[in-house]
């Protein structure tokens, strides 16, 4: 149910065609909510009509103009219900978490070198998110909105520096399991 949400913020923040949605979504929001163009597409169809957004006028009527939208005042109700509204946190699932307990029963062969290839991604993801947050939320710049959205960012940089510590963790058990001795 979050995707309709995660447009209507976006929205919100900027009256948008789908086309820049998506290009949106793929440099912040897609950092923690994913979306593909087509879902992306097909619920500005739906939020359209159920009476939550609009397309915007087009200043000149053309064919196969890229329609903007808005969020209509039931758009803007609908996400104050939601954020306001209490949630569960999420069961962790990961395969790499459940291939490694699997590696307890059958052996870490061919593990590391997938351990080390996570420990590069999540290094790679961390430095992204730290360039980021020199970039756009440089000393001084503390509006409530400002706030938020670095706190949002600051999650994945906890969660990222958390994995790059685990994982290199990770490696060097196994690898002590290798060599027979203790990490």
């Known amino acids: 149910m979050s995707l309709p949400h995660a447009i209507l913020t976006a929205l919100l923040e900027k009256p948008s ?17 994913s979306a593909t163009h087509q879902q992306i597409y097909r619920e500005l169809g739906k ?10 006028p087009a200043e000149q009527p053309a064919r196969g103009q890229k329609k903007s939208y808005e969020v209509l005042p039931a758009g803007r109700a609908e996400l104050a219900r939601w954020t306001a509204a209490s949630q569960d946190p999420k069961p962790q699932r990961d395969a790499l978490l459940l291939r490694l307990r699997a590696a307890a029963v059958v ?7 997938d351990l080390r290839r996570h420990l590069e991604l999540h290094g790679k993801q961390l430095a992204e998110y730290r360039a980021i947050e020199e970039r756009d939320f440089p000393p001084g710049e ?15 940089i ?5 994995w790059t510590q685990w994982l290199t963790h990770a490696l060097a058990e196994c690898e002590a399991l290798a060599d027979g001795t203790t990490a």
Request: charged share 30%; no cysteine.
């Open 107 to 113: 052996g870490t062969a061919g593990l590391e070198s």
């Open 47 to 56: 939020l359209e009509g159920d009476g939550l957004i609009r397309a915007l």
């Open 158 to 162: 906890d969660l990222e520096t958390f």
């Open 142 to 156: 503390d509006t409530p909105a400002k706030r938020l959205q670095h706190l949002v960012l600051r999650a994945g």
């Open 17 to 33: 065609s789908g086309l820049e949605l998506t290009r949106r979504f793929d440099r912040s929001i897609g950092y923690f909510w």
